[in-house]
């Protein structure tokens, strides 16, 4: 099951990175950031009709929280930041690191140590996703190339760096009281944060959001999903695997980059996605 639920994550990931590129042509970067997470509580506060509310919480689910929350609000505004200023191609496969480096996050801040054969799997996705970033170049120092060249792509490889901890913070978040009662209180956590954000920087939404409700919407709906879908899987699941299948979505937003932004070498990505195929099933069936 929660193989099934990493890749309804990496679908509803690859959908909002795709919406939130398009929208970025109306809106600056820290108006997306904000609408990314706000727009996805609709979709998510109705699940405590669903879930038990814990009468006493833990510590470390408050520790969990205040980290792991601030840690995405920085991940958020970088995110959008970095996607803004480069391809989807070029900065999406730098994502490929964050289950690299949870294969040393993971083992020290919440002892998910996986077997042989799942370091190989995430070997693959990672070297599958890091071919992502080649292309038409055919070198196999493109990508590390494209960290000097494009700003873009440094902060996409910081935000990798910020998640391998943060994803950590929702594992132990999560085992402290419940996949739905963590997504509410941490989605609401880092809305909050952007909204002093976007107040700090005087951002007004006056008139900006009219007419663009349906588009907005669709962002928070798969965020809000996706996120649902996250929670849900690590806590059934390894972290590194569940952040590892997640990074699926790289091919997925490589096709959307070709299809829909008409970014270029889609063709030449084929054999890099088929790599990240081999990887998942690895994890999946070793």
């Known amino acids: 099951m929660w193989i099934i639920l990493s890749f309804l994550t990496a679908v509803c990931e690859a959908a909002k990175d795709g919406l939130c590129k398009k929208s970025l042509k109306d809106f600056d970067v820290i108006t997306i950031a904000w609408v990314w997470k706000v727009f996805s509580l609709p979709f998510i506060l109705p699940l405590l009709f669903f879930t038990h509310v ?6 470390e689910f408050w520790v969990a929280l205040i980290v792991g929350g601030g840690l995405n609000i920085l991940a958020t505004l970088l995110y959008i930041r970095a996607i803004n200023m480069s391809d989807l191609s070029i900065s999406l496969p730098l994502l ?13 801040m919440v002892g998910d140590v996986p077997a042989l054969p799942g370091y190989l799997g995430v070997f693959l996705i990672f070297v599958g996703s890091y071919l992502l970033g080649i292309g038409h170049r055919k070198t196999i120092f493109s990508p590390l190339k494209a960290i000097t060249r494009e700003p873009g792509a440094r902060l996409m490889l910081g935000v990798a760096f910020i998640w391998s901890i943060a994803a950590n913070m929702d594992k132990i978040g999560v085992m402290s009281s419940s996949p739905f009662f963590w997504a509410v209180c941490v989605q609401s956590f880092i ?6 954000v976007l107040l700090i920087n005087r951002q007004s939404l006056r008139g900006k959001l009219s007419g663009n409700y349906p588009l907005l919407l669709l962002i928070g709906f798969f965020t809000g999903a996706g996120f649902v879908c996250q929670m849900t899987a690590i806590k059934i699941g390894l972290v590194p695997y569940v952040i590892a299948i997640k990074r699926t979505s790289i091919i997925m937003g490589v096709l959307i980059g070709g299809l829909f932004f008409m970014e270029k ?22």
């Open 265 to 286: 070498d889609l063709k030449t990505r084929v054999g890099a996605a088929a790599v990240m195929v081999a990887g998942v099933f690895v994890i999946a069936f070793y």
């Open 96 to 108: 490929s690191f964050t289950p690299v480096f949870l294969l040393f996050t993971s083992p020290i």
């Open 191 to 196: 809305s909050l944060g952007l909204t002093v």
């Open 54 to 59: 814990p009468e006493n919480l833990p510590a």
